[in-house]
């Protein structure tokens, strides 16, 4: 019914930059947050940021000041820029959105595919 489909992951430097970025579509009425997570190798999945409907922010710790999420509305996207990655950025990286359905009641819980992310020199 919905599908996230992110995009931008990649191979970068240490203290590069990179976009990814979230496309959400199927029978959306409306979303609500919208967020990334992301998934080291042999660690549990972490909540990385989230944008919420009305514009508010909240980031992980690791990343505050580095990273920045934000939401075009009208095209259903939300981008995560990354800046001064760290080796221990590196993950799989996913989107999630929670999204209420055309024509049903209540808020559904999608994920994207995922993005591999990896900082190495």
């Known amino acids: 019914q919905v599908q996230l489909v992110e995009s931008g992951g990649g191979l970068v430097q240490p203290g590069g930059s990179l976009r990814l970025s979230c496309a959400a579509s199927?029978?959306?009425?409306?979303?609500?947050?919208m967020n990334w997570y992301r998934q080291a190798p042999g660690q549990q999945r972490e909540l990385v940021a989230t944008?919420?409907?009305?514009?508010?922010?909240n980031y992980a710790d690791s990343v505050k000041g580095r990273f920045t999420i934000s939401r075009d509305n009208a095209k259903n996207t939300v981008y995560l820029q990354m800046n001064v990655l760290k080796p221990e950025d590196t993950a799989v990286y996913y989107c999630?959105?929670?999204?209420?359905?055309?024509?049903?009641?209540?808020?559904?819980?999608?994920w994207g595919q995922g993005t591999q992310v990896t900082v190495s020199s």
């Open positions: 944008a919420a409907t009305g514009g508010r922010t």
């Open positions: 999630n959105a929670l999204v209420e359905l055309d024509g049903r009641p209540g808020f559904y819980d999608y």
């Open positions: 199927g029978r959306i009425f409306s979303i609500n947050a």
